[in-house]
């Protein structure tokens, strides 16, 4: 079953950030998202780009990575700070959070 694995997964997460010294659920949560939202934006950029981060096969595109922009979102639970990557054309508009 496809929803019971993503569960323990989730489970196995939540443990791992329970592991990092976080006593405030809240704090916890913010660390949860922005690990998601991070997670996110490279699976666009991937989908984008039409190839895998750090990947080693020939690209179809000259349009390349190109570091990434800090970016404050604000969100039920406060101001969260991420790293928006970007690329060389500048093309690159993610869905999850947009430009601007």
């Known amino acids: 079953m496809k929803i019971k694995s993503n569960m323990k997964e989730m489970d196995r997460v939540v443990k791992e950030l329970l592991q990092d010294s976080i006593t405030d659920p809240i704090e916890m949560i913010r ?15 991937d989908e984008h780009l039409g190839y895998s981060h750090n ?5 179809e595109t000259e349009n390349r990575r190109n ?34």
Do not use: H, W
């Open 31 to 45: 660390k949860f998202a922005g690990r998601v939202y991070r997670i996110c934006l490279e699976n666009e950029m």
């Open 55 to 59: 990947s080693f096969e020939p690209k």
């Open 67 to 100: 570091g990434s922009t800090l970016k404050t979102l604000q969100t039920e639970l406060g101001e969260l700070e991420i790293r928006r990557p970007r690329d060389c054309n500048g093309s690159f508009n993610p869905i999850i959070v947009p430009k601007c």
